[in-house]
DNA sequence: GTATTTGCAAAAGCTTTGCTGCAAC
DNA sequence: GTTGCAGCAAAGCTTTTGCAAATAC
């Protein structure tokens, strides 16, 4: 179950910065911020129509533009793992970056410091203005890895075909 | 102009690994390593159509699949700024960040210590092992940042409608 | 000579768009 | 009553696939 807490709240987000309510946003947006999971597109049409029957695809699509371009919600891609869709969870009060095992496509998240300083680092360093970090790992979970005991500090993907 | 060194030799590693060296398959890998900028597939074949005139799309879509199985090219989406191609580099030595400005484009590298200590640390946290990294910075570079100054640490996006 | 790889063309998958009518305020 | 937003259906764009012919080794 994925925590609840050190969300914003999009619903009053929305509201305040004067764009409408409509039944169909409201049913999104609950949808996504109790969803368990990461969701696509598909997957967040399907769960808010529970709450919502008759919302169309394009309202999803126009809507996640909208919580994305407020800076709301976060995208994520996951590595691609499974096709080119995308993913999308509300925006929590820390930064964190997921990790996608490439043999049994479990998806992890992992919030740390460091990732906090690297962001201040790109700061300072490029005079850049940062508004989104995504940070997206691919490689092998615990129960998963090839063999036990060494972690290559290497970049390269260990070996051929392993995806 | 992009750096030329660091990078690992294509042709040799595929040749190495019992891959065919195809006419095809040179033309678009010296066409990958040569490139001053990061290509998608449609501009990796325009470019890669100028050593060789007869190749395929589905070439091209194929062997970036086969490199980047294979741990040699590195895949990115430079934050969706322009619809959902994916970008391609030869990869690097060491690994690096893509800093994109929301509001000229521009693409930029940062290279940093940090991001190895973060690789280190993911791997001892979480016991996962890291084939690849991806991180990506979506923002505004010094050149567009709204206004001078302030750079802030919080992880919201700045306003509505900056993108 | 043989197995791998290519070209071709069609399809698949996800996302976007134009327009009409409905609904939030 | 206005104006923004939703529904519908069609199109758009990138990427993938099946199969026969070509080519690297």
């Known amino acids: 179950m994925k925590a609840k807490l050190g969300r914003c709240s999009l619903l009053q987000a929305l509201s ?16 996504i911020q109790e969803a368990d999971d990461h969701l696509d597109a598909a997957s967040l049409l399907r769960a808010a129509r529970q709450r919502k029957a008759d919302i169309n695809r394009a309202t999803v699509y126009r809507t996640l533009e909208l919580l994305k371009r ?18 999308y969870e509300a925006r929590a009060r820390r930064d964190h970056l997921h990790l996608a095992c490439y043999k049994c496509g479990a998806i992890m998240e992992y919030t740390t410091r460091t990732l906090e ?8 360093h490029n005079q850049f ?33 392993l995806h």
């Open 16 to 31: 305040s910065k004067g764009f409408r309510l409509t039944s169909q946003r409201r049913a999104l947006i609950e949808t």
């Open 70 to 87: 407020l800076g709301l919600i976060n995208e994520l891609d996951l590595m691609h793992l499974e096709g080119e869709k995308h993913y």
């Open 117 to 124: 300083r690297l962001k201040d680092e790109i700061a300072r």
């Open 129 to 161: 203005q940062v508004g989104v970090i995504r940070l997206e790992v691919g490689g092998w979970c615990k129960h998963c890895r090839p063999r036990s005991g060494t972690i290559r500090g290497s970049s390269m993907a260990p070996g051929c075909g």
